[in-house]
């Protein structure tokens, strides 16, 4: 059964970072593509960004220069480095597994297994 557990979420200010922080078991964890959504507040859960078992990575565009997921196949963890922060990335973000091995998930959410969520809050 495959866990996801996120950590580092928190409060900051406009133009701050944080890094996020997803330990995943219950598999091989390199076989498989990491991701991570957001969901702001009365709007539908987004991809942000997603990496696959070969490090090839896609962002969405209004992350794009700020933000950077990678992950250490060692420590069976993926990280979301997030700077420059701006209030509208405000959200729940979400950790995700693909759900099959070896093969790239939609980034329209599809065929992901989810964490439970952290929350970032930027403040203006």
């Known amino acids: 059964q495959v866990q996801l557990v996120e950590s580092g979420g928190g409060l900051v200010q406009t133009g701050g970072s944080l890094r996020l922080s997803c330990a995943a078991s219950?598999?091989?964890?390199?076989?498989?593509?990491m991701g991570w959504f957001r969901q702001a507040p009365g709007k539908e859960r987004v991809f942000v960004a997603r990496i696959s078992w070969i490090d090839s990575t896609d962002y969405i565009d209004s992350v794009k220069g700020r933000f950077t997921i990678s992950r250490d196949n060692v420590k069976n963890t993926v990280y979301l480095q997030m700077n420059s922060l701006k209030p509208e990335d405000t959200a729940v973000y979400y950790c995700?597994?693909?759900?099959?091995?070896?093969?790239?998930?939609?980034?329209?959410?599809?065929?992901?297994?989810w964490g439970q969520g952290t929350q970032v809050t930027v403040s203006s």
């Open positions: 219950g598999r091989t964890f390199s076989n498989y593509a």
């Open positions: 995700a597994t693909g759900r099959y091995s070896k093969i790239l998930p939609s980034t329209e959410g599809g065929s992901w297994y």
